[in-house]
């Protein structure tokens, strides 16, 4: 077997004691910036890795930030966690993800595996995890930080939006345009909850003007654009007198209007497609539809700055609330 490069291999290539070395290498202690300098340039030479495990042990906290998000294959998450990286990149933290599928079993496990490895915290996805998983949190002696949705009580800090506002600020927005006969398209509401807010938004809205849906399609599996194709296909067949479709994403819009082109149905002046997120694959359309669009990236950063800025020896984060507002498009 190879021989492990150890912290004293280091400190004898940068010609320093292994205590010098050990301060220089974690940016604590009174090192000067020659010997920062030399440590850094032998430990990359050599090959050294180091023994976080062991660092974590001893102070009680890991460098790693355990983040968990319900998908990896919606490019919303993927762009949050771009942000999250980005805010960290520099810091010496290292995020760890995790992906629950939406399933809140599943994310109990991932929670509890993270913090067996004493993370220097936790971002969370949503606000509506089950009693045990609340308690995982709560006595996490972590900083917790839950993203993406605002309609809850946070466990602690939190980053992101109303999703009950943004589904009752769409309505607001297309009924201004003249709109009234609306459709609802949607998937997977029964683990969405982030969804499920908005559309309960969009129906009040329209109650208050007097509205209701004309017709409601849900479908319990994952949002895609085949999906949104063939429920709005089915949706039209039996409604063709709808002058608004709200879907409960991007993906799903997408669909519908791609339905609409084939089947030669005017969007926007004749339909309305109205999705969720402002994903760049929008302005790939030949036609406009309408959308909320969400700033992902930034509600990334902002959740790595709260945990960057947190006192190791005070897990708690004072209870940040940051609440960022969609930006809406109607596409008329």
């Known amino acids: 077997m190879k021989k492990r490069i150890t912290l004293s ?93 939406y399933d809140p079993d599943r994310e109990y496990e991932i929670i509890r595996n993270m913090l067996s490895w004493n993370p220097a915290g936790l971002i969370i996805t949503g606000l509506d995890q089950p009693d045990e998983t609340l308690q995982l949190l709560e006595n996490a002696d972590v900083p917790v930080v839950q993203i993406m949705d605002l309609d809850g009580t946070p466990v602690d800090a939190c980053v992101g939006l109303s999703h009950h506002a943004a589904g009752a600020s769409m309505a607001e927005a297309l009924i201004a345009k003249g709109r009234r ?69 991007d993906d799903l819009a997408v669909g519908g209007a791609f339905h609409c082109i084939a089947a030669g149905i005017n969007v926007p002046e004749a339909l309305v497609i109205a999705g969720f997120n402002g994903l760049d694959l929008v302005e790939s359309l030949p036609v406009r539809i309408a959308t909320s669009r969400t700033p992902r990236r930034e509600i990334g950063n902002a959740a790595a700055r709260i945990i960057l800025g947190s006192d190791r020896d005070d897990p708690a984060t004072g209870g940040t609330r940051t609440e960022f507002r969609p930006e809406i498009e109607t596409g008329l």
């Open 9 to 101: 291999d280091v400190a004898a290539a940068a010609g320093v004691s292994k205590m010098t070395a050990s301060r220089a290498l974690r940016g604590t202690g009174d090192v000067s910036r020659s010997s920062m300098e030399k440590v850094g340039r032998a430990a990359k030479e050599i090959g050294y890795v180091g023994n976080h495990l062991a660092m974590s042990l001893a102070s009680r906290r890991s460098d790693l930030i355990g983040v968990v998000v319900p998908s990896f294959l919606n490019v919303v998450f993927a762009e949050v966690l771009s942000g999250i990286a980005e805010s960290l990149d520099g810091s010496g933290m290292q995020p760890v993800f995790g992906v629950t599928d």
């Open 181 to 249: 006969r609306f459709g609802y398209v949607g998937c997977g509401l029964d683990r969405d909850t982030r969804a499920r807010k908005r559309f309960t938004g969009f129906k009040e809205a329209l109650s208050a003007h007097g509205l209701a849906l004309k017709t409601t399609w849900t479908g319990p599996g994952p949002s895609t654009v085949k999906a949104g194709r063939e429920f709005t296909a089915q949706v039209l067949e039996t409604h063709p007198e709808l002058d608004c479709i709200y879907y409960s994403n």
